[in-house]
């Protein structure tokens, strides 16, 4: 899923998602809510007419955001109050509140409002945080019921490096029934090996005929790795974010595009990409919209970066129909080295 | 003329500006020598090809950005001295610098290189900036065949606000024959009367053979001043920049999209328009996106405002051809007044 968080897909536009093939799109809870405001998104008629994307939504629940964005947390029985990172002002979000959020929005998918555990973490912490999202996942599911929504919504599996804990989310959530479940607490700093273990062990708890999606997580090889184990859905501003810096993905490997070789390269970004920026443009223009910081600069590089991952994605899921996922893996490994090795 | 400064419409796609109806784009000479420099545009294969548009290019001479633009401007017979605004380097303009720099831009119509006279300016001051305009005219022309060259060569019109001075320096080009004529040093601080003033005090000297361009004014009361006159193309970056700033035109009057009582307004823009953005779009996204400083606010604003200016100067051909520019202009200024008026 690529990430709209502020009902936008950074420089894109809805058409040139649907031209790229994007077929559901995150958007951030917290950041709505906070600006315009999701009774503002209501009255026009809900986020999809409001950002005009008429293909599915998933809206995350606001939990990462207060953990990651928010310069003060304090986290209660009832919910957390935080600080708008954008005018520093006090806000109280309970699950009651992040579903009628939500259902304002008007979302396809909800996710359930979960406290996010750090890394480091200690044991204790861990259980606190587990023990409060499994009870605000209950409560989730039954403010949904109150509201009268039909919304899908997703348990989102915490625990922190804790094997059992992890188990023991998992099994609590699945007792409840939920829509689908994501695996939260991770890409929070921890080393790779830590990331991938706990996802391995994690994936095979979860119901098979649900989906399962690996929240924030967005280099290809972990992605890889992912799938392997089971996962169905990721979303990352991974391609976004990096084209706007000028960093982008190709079948030859990752590409500062404002190095000095390509002052006057006529050559495409990647040769073998068939995508509109690569269709049209060459290195030495890209190069020089990218240091004269011209906006077209962070719309070329974007779209050239989401039609990378979103192929990667289709091939992928043809792959996996088609049964040779293993020898998709083992062919795009090197690529993906080129790519995403630090 | 939209106004693609550092080859690119800012924030618009070639395809876009095609879509729009464009018909040419201006670009500056001044930034392409400072970045990425022309010999790069030259070996990649001229700037039609390095911003991708096959439309006609008009480039300007520089002499107004040395002008308006460099921290410091030294004028001698010669040349001009003067210092980058990106990074405070020296650099010395020439007339056959400037011609070798279009050239291997490679625009279909060049302009040549012109002192412009500031306002208030002594009538000794416009006198000795018309006497090396009319020298660095000739020189510009000499250039040209010198270099083997075939594009298209304006000359420029200057004098102040003198109207002996005007009419010196439009005889004296017109003696050299130019494809084309402008009138510069206007918009550059003078009150408006005096600038409609001068206008129509040069238009009827320029032969009415030959395109008449009067440079960087773009406000629509004064195009429809200017084209009663008989002025026949025009450049400003009016509709673009103040798009990127939330100052939208449109049929009832100009917008400024942050304001309050959009805030949930879900009607379009301009209901009588017909571009992209009015077709899909509410008031209030657009509000939400400026507010949020995201690209796509600057994109659908840019994209409004070109299809206000485009569509303008399309109706005023077809008026124009048919016989009813009068009619036209008395209809118009209504409407512009609300779009215009400080």
Chains 1, 2 share one sequence.
């Not at 939500?102 to 406290?115: N, P, R």
């Not at 480091?120 to 209950?138: C, F, M, Q, V």
Request: neutral net charge; hydrophobic residues 35%.
């Amino acid at each position: 899923m690529p990430v709209g968080t502020n009902a936008t897909v950074k420089s894109m536009s809805p058409d040139e998602m649907k031209g790229l093939g994007a077929e559901i799109l995150l958007s951030n809870t917290y950041h709505l809510y906070l600006r315009p405001g999701h009774e503002i998104i209501r009255q026009v008629g809900g986020l999809h007419r409001f950002m005009k994307w008429n293909g599915p939504l998933l809206t995350d629940s606001g939990g990462f955001q207060v953990f990651s964005l928010s310069p003060l947390r304090k986290i209660s029985d009832g919910g957390v109050t935080f600080r708008s990172h954008l005018d520093g002002s006090t806000h109280f979000l309970t699950p009651e509140l992040v579903m009628e959020i939500q259902g304002a929005l008007g979302s396809d998918i909800a996710m359930v409002f979960d406290e996010c555990t750090p890394y480091p973490a200690t044991r204790e912490y861990a259980l606190n945080s587990l023990r409060l999202t499994t009870d605000w996942a209950g409560r989730c599911l039954k403010a949904r019921k109150d509201q009268g929504r039909t919304q899908a919504l997703f348990g989102i599996v915490q625990g922190g490096m804790y094997r059992d804990l992890r188990r023991q989310s998992a099994e609590e959530l699945i007792e409840m029934d939920f829509d689908g479940y994501a695996i939260g607490g991770l890409s929070v700093g921890e080393p790779k090996g830590l990331m991938h273990e706990t996802v391995n062990y994690t994936v095979p708890l979860l119901p098979e005929d649900k989906p399962r999606y690996l929240m924030g997580v967005g280099d290809l090889m972990d992605v890889l790795e992912a799938v392997a184990a089971g996962v169905d859905m990721f979303d990352c501003v991974m391609p976004t974010r990096n084209a706007r810096n000028g960093t982008l993905f190709t079948g030859r490997g990752r590409i500062s595009i404002k190095r000095e070789e390509f002052r006057s390269d006529p050559a495409p970004l990647d040769p073998d990409c068939g995508c509109y920026t690569c269709r049209n443009f060459s290195r030495a223009y890209l190069r020089h919209l990218f240091m004269s910081r011209e906006i077209l600069s962070m719309r070329l590089n974007t779209l050239h970066n989401l039609h990378f991952y979103l192929e990667f994605f289709r091939k992928m899921r043809r792959a996996i129909e088609q049964g040779r996922f293993s020898s998709f893996r083992k062919a795009q490994t090197p690529v993906l080295r080129n790519n995403f090795n630090e």
